[in-house]
């Protein structure tokens, strides 16, 4: 019997759009509120697969969950990139100017930011899910407050849609990963990108020389993220995102690195979405 995904949040947000376009349409979730409940069901074995963002192409990393994927020993074991479009919703029959108070994700606020500095009579509230918002403006009936969430939320919802598309940068996009206990799900000859963290001595020269193995073993890194040490002070984790066109070059690479740096990981190897 097929299990649920875990998704961070509820139906109608976008992790819950991941999960539809990347497993199936009819795909059933687990809605976690906390992307912590969502690797703990992952965990209990409530679920095979957790959807998970990782970055944003405006607002960068989401830096926890690099930590909580590395912590548990989970792996990546697919990625998913989706063009992220907000939109204000509310009850039908209102308007802008009868809005009191926008809630959302702190997130989805700062993104939506000059939009929402045209109104100033709008006080702006955080909230943990955007979906989460729309479901209970809808729920409880509440006039006067807004959410900004997808048009899958106002759909869900029956909600209006007072405006559409109102982040600030149009082009919005967040890669999403596909997160499991185990690694290997595909044959060496599909898998073309690997997520991989290491540490390095804090002296001159380390980190350039790793990334010249990377160079001279035709990997192509596509991501570079530093995580401080907590335990260890000025000592920092390093995870890299790499590409490349045959196993076999990524196989050498893989283990000199080994040989070279501290506590080497293997995170993940999947398809690479981009292609």
Known sequence: MTKPIAIQGIKGSFHHEVAQQYFNM?????ECMSFDSAVDSLINGDTDNIVMALENSIAGSIIPNYALIDNHNLHIVGEYYLEIEHNLLALKGETIDS???VHSHPMALLQCKVFLKDYP????VEAKDTAD??????????EGIAAIASKN??????????AEGIQTIKHN????????RQNHIFEESEVNK??????????RGSLATILNVMSDCKLNLTKIQSLPKIETPWKYAFFVDVTFEDYK???KANSIMQLMAENFKVLGEYKNARL
């Open 26 to 30: 009819k795909t059933e979730v687990v």
């Open 99 to 101: 809005i009191k108070e």
């Open 121 to 124: 009579h709008i006080k702006l």
């Open 133 to 142: 918002v729309a479901k209970q403006i809808s729920d409880g009936n509440i």
């Open 153 to 162: 939320a106002a759909q869900l919802y029956g909600l209006e849609i007072l």
């Open 173 to 180: 996009e967040t890669r999403f990963v596909i997160v499991r």
């Open 194 to 203: 690997a997520s991989l963290k290491f540490q390095l001595d804090h002296k």
């Open 249 to 251: 070059d990524y196989a």
